[in-house]
């Protein structure tokens, strides 16, 4: 099964931008589809987008769609999520996860804290 | 968008009893609903996907059933490592995909 690990925390200040990636074990990147969902501390679980990177193509929740960028690096077998214009709202565990066809997603990658503050 | 809504916000269970979870979904869903479960400090974790079907390696005494728009995850006889946050999400005709609003289960 695919493992998915995730780069480090972040601290951002407010206005800024954060990119953070999900590195997928395995040989078959090209079948994958990444998930990205949000949890803000003490709070349950939102779904930020999709992307699929064979066909390069990414959905995003409404409430992200201005702000949120997703891209995949099948060179390196690398997903990312950027998300701009950071506020301290934006403080949250970032979560990747592998979509399956179904659409559950099953694994996740193990969280990247980005903490935005001035 | 469709709302999922997770009843009770928290579960006082004592071990060795049953739990049964409810999630409620704002219109039908079929069976298109998975089952998460998350501990402090971890990432969520698959239970059961289209609405009854365990993950491999979940242990039997986790089930779920339903259709449309009521949902249940049951878990009997509870064991100590059980005592997380569950979530339901649904899938139906792809994006958004809605997660509810998680019930905690506690040790009673």
């Known amino acids: 099964q695919v493992q998915l690990v995730q780069s480090g925390a972040e601290v951002k200040k407010p206005g800024s931008s954060v990119k953070v990636s999900c590195k997928a074990s395995?040989?078959?990147?090209?079948?994958?589809?990444f998930t990205w969902v949000r949890q803000a501390p003490g709070q349950g679980l939102e779904w930020m987008g999709t992307?699929?990177?064979?066909?390069?193509?990414?959905n995003y929740a409404q409430r992200f769609q201005d702000r949120v960028t997703l891209t995949a690096d099948k060179s390196t077998n690398t997903a990312y999520l950027e998300l701009i214009s950071l506020r301290s709202e934006d403080t949250a565990m970032y979560y990747c996860?592998?979509?399956?066809?179904?659409?559950?997603?099953?694994?996740w990658g193990q969280g990247t804290l980005v903490t935005v503050s001035s | 968008d469709i709302v999922l809504t997770q009843s009770p916000a928290t579960l006082s269970v004592s071990p060795g009893e049953r739990a049964t979870l409810s999630c409620r979904a704002s219109q039908s869903i079929r069976s298109n609903l998975a089952w998460y479960q998350q501990k402090p400090g971890q990432a969520p974790r698959l239970l059961i996907y289209g609405a009854s079907t365990r993950e491999t390696g979940i242990p039997a005494r986790f089930s779920g059933s339903g259709s449309g728009t009521e949902f249940t995850l049951t878990i009997s006889s509870l064991q100590s490592e059980d005592f997380a946050v569950y979530y339901c999400?649904?899938?139906?005709?792809?994006?958004?995909?809605?997660f509810g609003q998680g019930t905690k289960l506690e040790i009673k």
């Open positions: 996860a592998q979509k399956i066809f179904g659409g559950w997603f099953d694994p």
């Open positions: 395995g040989d078959s990147f090209n079948t994958y589809t």
């Open positions: 992307i699929i990177p064979m066909f390069n193509n990414a």
């Open positions: 999400q649904k899938y139906d005709n792809g994006p958004p995909y809605i």
